[in-house]
């Protein structure tokens, strides 16, 4: 009912940040250069989904939580209805993922506008939702620990920000230095970066790096479930 009600500028607020990165580096660079073999515009695509997608699930639920912890104080009121926390930790994540993955279809749309050529299958697809799932649990988790919302722009700045753009998603992590490299390469969203392309030699094969995100999912929401459950 929230999204029927509210179509017309949830839509248009998640295109805005994509249309601009597509803008700039599809009409700005697009196919003046390549890398790993393919035009910079397809290799740009699923960098932009997968860095959107990262910070729509994540910022819906935590600034949600947050903002009902410490201003509303609605999260109260869910507390002391006969609500199943685990059930209320669960609706909370998958109704942000599924922003994310509403983002997701939204770039791709664009994209056709652009000529990028991404290969996008049932594989992609699972990618994307354990994207989603991924930060919307760690979106959820963070909403519960941190206790103002300037404490959740620094989590952002600090935290999300350098992620967008370290992880893979507007340049091949090769390009980094060797001991950087290592460490950036076990953050969800370069798995998710390295298996939206699948033509990196970091793709080691189709199962490694969903694995990699299911292990972070389900580490996440045993936590959030476990904040939720000690608040109550």
């Not at 969203?189 to 990196?200: C, K, P």
């Not at 996440?220 to 479930?225: A, K, M, V």
Request: glycine fraction near 6%; charged fraction near 10%; include cysteine.
């Amino acid at each position: 009912m929230l999204f029927k009600n509210k179509f017309w500028s949830i839509t248009t607020g998640l295109m805005i940040a994509p249309m601009l990165y597509l803008i700039a580096f599809g009409w700005g660079i697009g196919n003046s250069m390549t890398i790993d073999g393919m035009s910079y515009i397809s290799f740009v695509i699923p960098g932009i989904i997968a860095m959107s997608t990262m910070t729509i699930s994540f910022g819906t639920v935590a600034n949600g939580i947050n903002i009902s912890r410490t201003y509303d104080k609605t999260f109260e009121e869910f507390m002391t209805a006969p609500i199943n926390m685990v059930s209320y930790t669960i609706g909370k994540i998958i109704a942000s993922a599924l922003r994310g993955m509403y983002s997701a279809a939204l770039i791709i749309s664009l994209s056709l506008l652009f000529r990028g050529n991404v290969n996008i299958d049932i594989y992609f697809i699972f990618i994307i939702i354990l994207n989603c799932l991924v930060f919307s649990a760690l979106g959820f988790m963070i909403g519960m620990i941190i206790d103002s919302h300037a404490d959740m722009s620094k989590f952002s700045n600090f935290i999300i920000t350098p992620m967008s753009f370290l992880c893979g998603t507007f340049f091949p992590l090769d390009k980094m230095p060797f001991l950087i490299k290592d460490v950036i390469w076990i953050l969800p969203l370069t798995q998710t970066s390295i298996a939206l392309r699948r033509n990196s030699e970091l793709f080691l094969n189709p199962w490694i790096h969903p694995l990699i995100l299911v292990l972070y999912f389900v580490i996440l929401l045993i936590i959030g479930i476990k904040l939720c459950t000690k608040a109550e």
